[in-house]
């Protein structure tokens, strides 16, 4: 039977899954500042969810499902703007001066080139297997974990990590 959620326990579990939930988007989505507003709002609609007085019995995978059902919006909606040069960053630190510091663009273009080619990589490969890559690799979770995050057996999601993982590989290559 479900419990209620309290919260400081919603807190807590804010706390521990903020960083799997922005990673789980952060792959799909086409930048930072989009990831992170999605994050948010994933997190806001899971807690209005529980406030109206609906029983969850597997929070993180309402989590998973608000945030794939959040992608999905975002794509959807055809008044998304590109962004202009000028708005797009290329340091975590705005204020940062990469033309006075060499060393700190270097390994900015470093880590973006690698995070970037990944990033498109992982695009390039079917949704669902993207979505194992990420639950199971980037967002440490065992395969039994990722089942019931999927809704699949564990079986089902083994089959699905080795396919993946070979599509992700073939991107790569």
């Known amino acids: 039977m479900p419990e209620i959620i309290s919260d400081q326990q919603f807190i807590e579990f804010y706390d521990e899954n903020i960083d799997k939930i922005y990673r789980f988007i952060y792959f ?30 597997n929070l993180r995978a309402l989590l998973y499902q608000v945030a794939r059902n959040a992608l999905t919006d ?25 033309v006075e510091n060499p060393e700190s663009i270097i390994k900015v273009i470093d880590d973006n080139l690698g995070l970037e080619r990944i990033k498109k990589a992982l695009k390039n490969i079917k949704e669902e297997y993207q979505e194992v890559i990420i639950l199971r690799y980037l967002n440490d979770y065992s395969l039994q974990e990722v089942a019931e995050l999927m809704d699949k057996s564990y079986g089902a999601v083994r089959v699905l990590v080795n396919r993946s993982l070979r599509a992700l590989k073939r991107e790569l290559l």
């Open 28 to 57: 799909r989505a086409p930048g930072k500042q989009e990831a992170q507003d999605l994050a948010s709002e994933v997190f806001l609609k899971a807690w209005q969810y529980i406030a109206d007085g609906n029983e969850v019995e």
């Open 74 to 98: 975002y794509y959807r909606d055809k008044n998304r703007r590109a962004l202009s040069l000028d708005e797009v960053r290329t340091a975590d630190d705005p204020k940062q001066n990469l």
